[in-house]
């Protein structure tokens, strides 16, 4: 029933007689299609009616899209696109993604009136890194300078001052010293076809936020990257904005974030380690030993890992602060028909602030089923208002409680275990949970008390 066709990734395609195994066409040029492709055909290596299905199925789909119907005026790959209401989807994309990893002392958001001067260093403040290059790279049809977004909002009479470094002009840290805050900005990035050879940031940067932050007690940093990064510095300052590649309007969302426009709601998708290679891969493992690699790690790798061995990450998966407080309650565990298990319970904005609370579900295992300790189940993002209570229900169906067996190829229930455990990744008690116990910033719910929770059965 597959009506379209096969396509290459780029360079994938080793031989001409892939044609004759059912490739189409080659991406992205044509070593093997080409004049190659051309002799096979004159000398009868591959028949010509291989060649004509190939573009057959491709003209085809051509003709279904509309293709061929009439001319295409929009040819020039320079031309901009970009409208109102593409730049306002953009900047909501960044501003909701982009993680608050810590906020000391509650400096942000800033307050224009009670600022008089602020020291803003790196070249991203100017010129800021939002994408990473390869095939998914878009040039940007507009990227404002998030040190103009800043400038525009203060005060007057507040003075803003830009350093690309700290070496440059060596009046920079003096400034720093006496300014009310200093923004610190540093980036990595990353494209297809090689990996970071760190996690870290470049020497210069982590030496740049460190000398900042060694004259300037109120240093925020406003941190982006392609994936998982290195803060070895993270204690020196009082906060940390993280974004992770957050598109061409960034500029724009970070100062609406620094100053309350909104609050930060992004969390972390991935664990922020403390060191590079701090999961100890081995090189069989990564990068591979003669081009092949090991998984021997199975699904013990990302927040897995950090909880299977019970190392304390830098930040961990699902971390991110708000400008406000919430509160749990009602926590409810009901069971229904077909083996399903649903988990409830209110969230309340207890603060002054709106913002967003990402409530998250895990799943917690037994030894005897050799998986790692808790798994992320659900989440849900709910925005509320100040004194707002929304309910946030979650369903467990018996193919989320299954674990897989390799050896049936299928999703099985946990043997011979009766009971687990949820956990909810909060930062505040939930209230009427009086078998809960607190560990941290989750409270874990025994499913073996149903007076207070309600009884859990895995496999009974």
């Not at 972390?268 to 081995?282: C, G, K, Q, S, Y």
């Not at 699902?318 to 399903?340: E, I």
Request: net charge negative.
């Amino acid at each position: 029933g597959f009506e379209g066709w096969v396509m290459s990734d780029w360079t994938a395609t080793h031989a001409t007689a892939a044609i004759r195994d059912g490739l189409d066409q080659e991406m992205p040029s044509g070593v093997h299609f080409g004049a190659a492709l051309t002799a096979a055909v004159n000398d009868g290596t591959v028949p010509a009616s291989f060649v004509d299905d190939s573009v057959v199925r491709i003209l085809t789909q051509y003709f279904v899209a509309g293709l061929m119907d009439t001319p295409n005026p929009n040819t020039d790959v320079h031309r901009n696109v970009s409208d109102a209401e593409s730049m306002a989807t953009a900047t909501a994309l960044a501003r909701n993604s982009t993680i608050l990893l810590k906020n000391d002392d509650a400096l942000l958001p800033l307050n224009a009136a009670n600022i008089h001067s602020i020291a803003v260093f790196g070249k991203d403040a100017v010129n800021p890194t939002v994408g990473g290059g390869g095939s998914g790279m878009v040039a940007p049809s507009y990227k404002p300078s998030p040190l103009a977004a800043l400038s525009a909002r203060l005060a007057p009479g507040c003075t803003i001052k830009y350093f690309a470094d700290t070496t440059t002009d060596p009046s920079a840290l003096a400034f720093a010293k006496n300014a009310t805050v200093a923004i610190v900005f540093v980036s990595s990035t990353s494209s297809e076809g090689s990996d970071r050879k760190t996690l870290g940031y470049a020497a210069h940067l982590d030496s740049m936020v460190q000398q900042v932050a060694g004259v300037q007690g109120n240093t925020i940093v406003a941190a982006v990257g392609p994936g998982a990064v290195l803060l070895p510095w993270d204690a020196q300052v009082k906060s940390i904005l993280f974004a992770l590649m957050p598109g061409q309007m960034y500029g724009d969302a970070l100062a609406e974030l620094l100053f309350g426009d909104v609050s930060p709601s992004g969390r972390l998708p991935i664990t922020l380690p403390n060191m590079d290679n701090e999961v100890r891969f081995t090189p069989e493992q990564y990068p591979g030993v003669d081009l092949k690699a090991n998984y021997s790690e199975g699904l013990r790798v990302g927040y897995r890992w950090y909880n299977t061995y019970n190392v304390t990450a830098k930040y961990p998966f699902g971390h991110g602060l708000t400008y406000t407080t919430f509160a749990y309650a009602d926590v409810a565990v009901a069971h229904s028909g077909g083996g399903n298990v649903s988990v409830s319970f209110t969230v309340t904005n207890t603060g002054a602030v709106a913002a967003a609370e990402v409530a998250q579900l895990y799943l917690g295992y037994p030894a005897a089923a050799d998986e790692p300790p808790r798994s992320l189940r659900a989440f849900e993002k709910v925005y509320l208002a100040p004194a707002a209570t929304a309910t946030v229900s979650f369903l467990l169906t018996p193919r989320d409680m299954a674990i897989y067996s390799a050896q049936d190829h299928a999703w099985r229930p946990v043997s011979g275990v009766k009971d687990a455990m949820i956990t909810i990744a909060i930062d505040t008690p939930l209230p009427g949970s009086a078998d809960s116990e607190r560990d941290g910033s989750t409270w874990y719910l025994p499913m073996t008390a149903p007076r207070a929770i309600g009884h859990f059965c895995v496999a009974c």
